[in-house]
């Protein structure tokens, strides 16, 4: 049976983990977690905040999905949004999904991330 989500891994090219570090960590707030030795050679990087976790995983023919995109529960959406804007990352808001406000916005690599807040 399933008990939890572990983490989502998204893709990402070669070389790009300075600049993953720079979004998810100095932009996002998230804290980047040590790979395990085995794993950390395969290149990419792995962050956290509280029980989320994503994974960047190095892909040699790498594309963006779509998409595909995780979706991240955020606290005081308009600072959320005005944080990553002043950083230089677009939002892109979407009033499509009852009961909630959330944005879109893409990582330096282009993967997709949906932030969203219940309404009140």
Sequence with gaps: ?????????LAAPAGS???????????????????PPALAVRGG???RAGPVQLHLGIEQDFRPAQKAHPGLRVTDI???????EAHGA??????DLPGHRRFYSHDPVGNRLE???PAT
């Design 45 to 47: 990087c792995w962050f």
């Design 115 to 117: 932030f969203l807040e």
């Design 78 to 84: 308009d600072a959320y949004a005005a944080r990553l």
């Design 17 to 35: 983990e300075d600049a993953l570090r720079a979004y998810y960590a100095d932009i996002l707030g998230m804290t980047e977690l040590a790979k």
């Design 1 to 9: 049976m399933i008990a939890a989500l572990d983490h989502v891994q």
């Design 90 to 95: 677009p939002v892109q808001w979407d009033g």
